[in-house]
Each structure stands twice: as C-alpha cells, then as structure tokens.
C-alpha cells in the first residue's frame, strides 16, 4: 500500500533562514509525490510535485523538493523562509488506484 | 473558471439531522473526490468519482455516509444521522484529463459542527 509520513508535527525556523520538512514514502512501483500548503480555515493550496525526470522540483512560492529514491524520501525546502510561510504543510502520494493520500501534516512557524 | 466551489461553508445541525454539501469541480474535471479532515489532522479520503462512476467507496466512515454525482458535474455529499464525532471540514477536490491531470485541486472545505 501507498503512504507518506511527516515525522515532525511541528518546525519552527527563524526568517530568513532555509527550511525543511521532510516526508517519507512506502510505494510500489514509481512514486506519484505532491507537496501542498494549508492556511487557517482553508482548502489545501498545490505547491509543487514529482512524477519523473529531475530530483529537484520547483514549485510555488519558492518552494522546492528533492526526491531521493534511496532514501525514499520527497523532503520540502526553501532557502529563505517569509513569516507568510506559517502554515499547515503535507505531502501526499497518488496510488495506482488514483487515489491520493495525505501524511498528518506539518506545522510550520517562521518566526520574525 | 475560479476553481472547485463548495456549498455550503460552514453548517451547525443538532445531532439526528441529516446534511447534505455540494461541490462544483473545476469545469472539464473528470474525477472529483471527497476527504474528511479533523483538527490537527491530514485530509482523509473517503470517496472519488470518475464522470458520474463511484469508483472507491469502500472508504466511507459508515452507512449513513454517501455521495452522489448523477450527471457527471457537480457532486453531494450527504450525512444522515449525523452524530457529534461528524463534526469536521469536508474537503472536495478534483482534476482532470489535461497533461496536469496527476494534479487535484482543492475547494475551501465546508466546515461542519454538530450540536
């Protein structure tokens, strides 16, 4: 079965500086990844994905991805975070079935 | 087109009601989907159509759950009995057969709480 994990509930990082939050996943066969952001009382907003051909997607807002087959893991980054970054971030992988499914997400806080 | 469209927002029934929530998906969107997502929790699916066919519905929280897309357009989700554990955002989401159709996109969610 397809799933991802976000081992941190919770990264805070300071402005201006890089940040990360990472996602694992457990798939069959060639990894569908997506990254996608959540404001307060929101939907969830597309930030960028990987289906094939480069490890480092570029997205929205600044924001990038490294696949790692090895590692099996699609960790999200930025090199300079904004206070407007603080929000819900979760990645999510589509399984053969056309289904997607989301890790329990991450809170990011940017601290000014 | 704007987006998904969801309908409506937010809804506070008494526990016993039943509710329904619409959701209009991007235009040409041929697969549209339903999730649950609870306060510090992930999107959780729970159904997904293709055109009007319910593909996936074995994920459904309980009988008293079900959804409908009857001509391939917007779609319903109905709620019958709700109960207090229902309150919750439900998310509808959708995409289509464009080289972006790997892609969904998701409305505002309609929120729900059950008194």
């Known amino acids: 079965a397809q799933s991802v994990a976000q081992p941190e509930d919770q990264v805070n990082v300071a402005e201006g500086n890089p940040l990360t939050v990472k996602c694992t996943y457990s798939v069959s066969g060639n990894p569908y990844l997506f990254w996608y952001v959540q404001y307060p009382n929101r939907g969830l907003q597309f930030l960028l994905k990987?289906?094939?051909?480069?490890?480092l997607v570029k997205g929205s807002y600044g924001f990038e991805a490294e696949f790692n087959k090895s590692q099996t893991s699609f960790h999200l980054k930025k090199p300079s975070a904004l206070v407007s970054d603080s929000a819900l971030y979760f990645c999510a992988v589509l399984n053969t079935g056309n289904q997607f499914y989301f890790g329990t997400g991450t809170s990011l806080t940017v601290i000014p | 087109d704007t987006g998904v469209s969801q309908d409506p927002r937010h809804k506070i029934t008494k526990r016993g009601q039943n509710v329904t929530f619409r959701c209009d998906p991007i235009?040409?969107?041929?697969?549209l989907y339903w999730y649950r997502q609870t306060l510090g929790q992930g999107p959780e699916f729970l159904t997904y159509f293709q055109n009007e066919a319910q593909l996936e519905k074995s994920r459904l929280l309980s009988d008293r759950f079900s959804a409908e897309r009857p001509k391939g357009s917007f779609s319903t989700l109905e709620i019958q009995r709700t109960e207090q554990g229902d309150s919750a955002m439900y998310l509808c989401a959708s995409t289509g057969r464009t080289v972006d159709g790997n892609t969904i996109y998701f409305g505002e969610g309609s929120w729900l709480t059950v008194v």
């Open positions: 990987y289906i094939t051909g480069d490890n």
């Open positions: 235009s040409e969107h041929n697969r």
